[in-house]
């Protein structure tokens, strides 16, 4: 009988462990990497920008932000920033790195400028690819950032930058709205509580050329992504061109307003199978153009209806 008993107690504790492992939730890891600004004015702006992301980011559930700032933002402290995170990190975690400040381009090499060595996308492409996580996300909002772009494209790995080539060198604007899509309710366009990465970028770029047109200026940045490890991004992902459907999956905040902090594992678990009903509604779109349009429309009304429901419960 002590024997039974034994063995029952280690695999009840086992299944409890067991249990346990597979509720918890996927974590986020953001980092923010503010490098130099060369003058003190741009040093003030790029280390403002990076603690107004850090601040938006923080709000988000499971959110593990880390802020490399000034002195901090060197290369040494990002390889050991990464390093330490490839560590942590799960595959079915996400992951995000936010890059602020000038970069340069020689015509070979891209490189953000850092206290000390400057670090070139070569280099950071290798560190991030010794991130287990599986969804990653870069978004270069440094100038010249273009050029890093077929660098760092890889399967699973959405991929941004302010500038559309390693040509254009002006400190872009690009930073200052993908923070304000954070918080400003008009970047969540779908109206469902959260702002997706292809939101944000959406937002940031629509932001950017209205403050050049507004200004009477000539646009000196003009921003692109990709998301299907295409070294050739796109200024306006779409189903046309196959890009957007991952970006549109990275959320990067979850229900924001008082209202919205959902923290009872069932309201978690309605939450979730509402992203994935809207990822499967995105998926369906890119899809339709194989599909016959009736069949098309039979999934994509069972889907909607679902959504419908799923919604209703949350709201209960």
């Known amino acids: 009988m002590a024997l039974a008993e034994t063995v029952g107690r280690g695999m009840k504790a086992c299944l409890i462990l067991l249990l346990t492992c597979v509720s918890l939730p996927a974590a986020n890891y953001f980092v923010t990497v503010a490098g130099l600004g060369g003058e003190p004015e741009y040093d003030t702006q790029f280390a403002k920008w990076a603690q107004d992301l850090e601040r938006e980011l923080k709000t988000g559930p499971d959110a593990r932000v880390i802020t490399l700032s000034g002195a901090a933002a060197s290369k040494r402290q990002i390889e ?12 079915s975690d996400t992951f995000a790195l936010f890059l602020i400040g000038h970069g340069t381009f020689d015509g070979t090499d891209y490189k953000i400028n850092l206290p000390g060595p400057d670090m070139t996308a070569d280099e950071l492409a290798k560190l991030l690819n010794r991130i287990p996580a599986k969804r990653q996300l870069v978004v270069n909002m440094t100038s010249c950032s273009g050029a890093s772009l077929p660098i760092l494209a890889k399967k699973d790995r959405v991929v941004m930058a302010a500038t559309k080539s390693g040509t254009e060198k002006n400190a872009p604007v690009f930073a200052r709205y993908w923070v304000d899509a954070l918080h400003d309710p008009g970047a969540d366009t779908d109206k469902n509580g959260s702002v997706s990465a292809l939101e944000a ?26 998301d299907t490890a295409s070294t050739t991004g796109v200024r306006d992902p779409k189903p046309e061109n196959g890009q957007g459907l991952l970006a549109a999956s990275f959320i990067l905040i979850r229900q924001r307003g008082d209202g919205a902090r959902i923290v009872l594992p069932e309201k978690q678990r309605l939450v979730g199978k509402k992203e994935e009903l809207e990822a499967k509604i995105d998926r369906l779109k890119y899809e339709k153009a194989a599909m016959e349009e009736t069949e098309y429309k039979r999934q994509l009304t069972a889907l909607l209806l679902e959504l419908a429901r799923t919604q209703a419960e949350i709201d209960r």
Request: no cysteine; proline share 0%; hydrophobic share 40%.
């Open 80 to 91: 050991q920033t990464i390093n330490t995170l490839a560590g942590e990190a799960a595959a």
């Open 201 to 226: 970028f959406r937002y940031a770029d629509r932001k950017t050329t209205a403050y050049f047109e507004e200004e009477k200026l000539l646009a000196t940045e003009h921003a692109l992504m990709t």
